[in-house]
């Protein structure tokens, strides 16, 4: 608050105002003979002003998979973070100071809040916190926010058929509506699809390809309720733009998503070539070694409604020296306004 205000309309504080007019407290109270009219005026208008750049605010809403981020060996995972992999998630995260981030291969709430307490103290903290745990014993979805978290649907136990055959959603999807300010809240909904690793039980294409129509069911719903609903749905989708994985979770019509696309900041504005194309600018988020093999994977989309809020120019992907020791996968982030409705 403004020390004009403070000091001589004592708005600020839980003292008595003993400007007030004793004989008709209706009446307005009596200012001091120091504050003259046009004083008063210009301490209204700093609190005008103040109040629109309050309303102004951005937001950055982030995604990262942190590459099996485990505090103890698990029955199929048997290695632990390392302290250089652990320092090199918190340089990346806070390199990019997101006001909410969606975890992907995260272990359980003691590792989660292990990172949380680290970051904590290295001067980012983000008082929210979710950890989402489906049929997967050894990774799990989670997200930190330094937004208020309004409400919690966790989806841990949800089914689709292949083949006549009934598998679960490996890592459930994580859904929480966030209060970014006083006139403006959004719905996340954090997923880690099927890896592309081959299993016995089924193809992996179709096996993500399930998890992804389930996916879309939620954000149908979603938007069934709420046409003009403000939704971002980010994470891992192990799964390429073309593929029939984002195809399904993207939609078509007048609920398809918007894919945000952050890229790296690197000085490549060229457009694309041919136009339908998208830009060449580097976008991909995960490096697959064995196949020396680069590719995006990771994604931030939004609802049309959310696209409203955008900022093309605060969205992109962070440049990080050796950030191959903290994961496989790079963070991206998008930026939002909060001030439009």
């Given at each position: ?34 504050i ?23 937001i ?33 995260i ?7 981030i ?11 809040l ?13 008082p ?37 055959r ?120 995960y ?9 995006r ?45």
């Amino acid at each position: 608050m403004h020390p004009l205000i403070d000091r001589d309309f004592n708005i600020c504080d839980k003292r008595p105002n003993h400007n007030a007019n004793p004989l008709n407290p209706f009446m307005p109270p009596r200012f001091p003979r120091r504050i003259r009219p046009a004083k008063f005026i210009i301490a209204f208008f700093v609190v005008v002003v103040f109040s629109s750049a309050a309303m102004a605010d951005t937001i950055r809403v982030a995604a990262y998979n942190v590459e099996t981020y485990l505090d103890q060996p698990t029955e199929s995972r048997h290695e632990v973070k390392s302290a250089e992999a652990r320092a090199k998630i918190r340089e990346s995260i806070k390199a990019i100071h997101p006001d909410v981030i969606a975890l992907e291969e995260m272990g359980g709430t003691n590792a989660l809040l292990e990172l949380r307490a680290s970051l904590r103290a290295e001067g980012e903290d983000f008082p929210y916190w979710e950890h989402v745990q489906a049929f997967d014993t050894n990774i799990h979805i989670a997200l930190f926010s330094k937004l208020a978290i309004l409400a919690r649907r966790p989806h841990t136990n949800d089914f689709f058929l292949l083949d006549g055959r009934r598998f679960r959603v490996k890592r459930g999807f994580a859904e929480v509506d966030i209060q970014a300010s006083t006139n403006f809240s959004f719905t996340l909904i954090a997923a880690h699809l099927k890896s592309r690793l081959a299993t016995p039980e089924a193809d992996e294409a179709e096996e993500r390809l399930g998890e992804a129509r389930l996916l879309r069911g939620l954000i149908d719903a979603r938007l069934a309720r709420e046409p003009d609903a403000k939704l971002i749905v980010l994470g891992d989708f192990n799964d390429t733009k073309d593929s029939a994985t984002l195809r399904e979770i993207i939609g078509r019509g007048k609920t398809k998503l918007v894919d945000t696309r952050p890229a790296e900041r690197n000085g490549d504005t060229a457009p694309a070539q041919p136009p339908y194309f998208e830009p060449r600018d580097v976008a991909w988020t995960y490096f697959y070694g064995r196949n020396d093999e680069y590719s995006r994977i990771d994604y931030i989309l939004i609802s049309p409604a959310m696209k409203r809020n955008w900022l093309p120019a605060e969205t992109y992907l962070p440049f990080i020296p050796n950030w191959g020791i903290g994961s496989d996968h790079r963070p991206i982030v998008a930026g939002f306004e909060t001030a439009v409705q």
